[in-house]
């Protein structure tokens, strides 16, 4: 593991050791836990472990193991996989997966790493940019599948966010440079809320140590002042208000609400782009507390799509 990791460092610019280290131990935590385990499976007592159908996975790169879960979701419900690995993260999960064989031998043959989708496949899970969820939808339109485009997070502000909050909606901000889909991008403020608590910071995060935040920070700083368009300067990171979803790497975009109903609203009417909503509004669709966006359940699947159905 140690030398993927090292590979891993490599290989992609935008990977980075804590992170590295962050998603195996989320994984180790959430993922490999026997009690979780058993909560999970007790939900699909039907299985059949035949081991005979293949399940292709086309994992994407953006965060390290990002697509883990679905490796393991195979494993679960009893089929092969043959998994075409991003080739910004192609070292980890074939190291992870052999240590992970040393308790359970029978995997290495039901799992296969392979450079193409295999021209004979059951079914597909297909994870990556809205392009190219748009071409495996367009090329595969007779298997069951599940594709996934981009997506992002969302935070709700409400009017008497603690300190402590603000600290844990900071990691849900900027943990993997804001690069997952479960990465808080866009912030939903309270009107007169006092903005200036989100970029009081009092430890410095890993992140803005790295070169490419860095210069993406005062990249979008210059381009912002040079058209003369409003900011707010958080030393590391800019805050921006405007309507949209996904903002430059670095940047998080906010709106103000006056009632939680026009919050409720946007996000219902951008649910297609929407992972989910860090806050404490526990009846919004996809709401989870403040800290744990990047700290899934085995029951938290992606898209909100049950991938054991599958």
């Not at 440079?177 to 808080?184: K, M």
């Not at 700083?221 to 058209?227: E, M, P, R, S």
């Amino acid at each position: 593991m140690d030398k993927a990791i090292q590979q891993s460092l490599q290989t992609n610019y935008w990977f980075a050791e804590h992170h590295i280290t962050q998603s195996l131990r989320s994984i180790t935590d959430n993922f490999l836990q026997p009690d979780k385990l058993h909560i999970w499976l007790a939900a699909y007592p039907n299985i059949a472990y035949t081991y005979q159908n293949e399940v292709a996975i086309v994992m994407a790169g953006n965060i390290p193991l990002v697509g883990y879960h679905d490796y393991l979701s195979i494993l679960a419900s009893g089929k092969k996989t043959a998994i075409k690995l991003s080739s910004k993260d192609p070292f980890l999960l074939p190291a992870l997966h052999e240590l992970l064989c040393s308790f359970a031998p029978e995997w290495h043959s039901r799992v296969r790493f392979v450079p193409e989708v295999p021209s004979e496949t059951d079914t597909i899970i297909a994870t990556g940019s809205d392009s190219t969820a748009a071409w495996f939808t367009t090329h595969y339109p007779h298997l069951p599948k599940i594709i996934r485009g981009h997506r992002v997070s969302v935070a709700i502000i409400p009017p008497h966010i603690t300190q402590e909050q603000i600290t844990a909606l900071h990691r849900d901000m900027f943990l993997y440079f804001g690069l997952g889909c479960r990465s808080v991008v866009k912030l939903f403020l309270p009107d007169k809320f006092d903005i200036t608590r989100i970029t009081d910071i009092d430890t410095m995060p890993e992140e803005p140590s790295h070169l490419g935040f860095r210069n993406a920070y005062r990249r979008q700083k210059a381009l912002l002042t040079l058209q003369q368009r409003p900011l707010i300067d958080g030393r590391f990171f800019i805050l921006q208000e405007a309507d949209t979803l996904s903002p430059p790497v670095a940047t998080i975009y906010y709106t103000y609400y006056s009632h939680i109903d026009e919050v409720v609203t946007y996000i219902h009417e951008h649910d297609s782009q929407i992972q989910c909503v860090a806050g404490v509004e526990a009846y919004i669709k996809k709401s989870v507390i403040f800290g744990s966006t990047q700290n899934p359940q085995l029951w938290d699947y992606a898209d909100g799509i049950d991938t054991m159905k599958l």
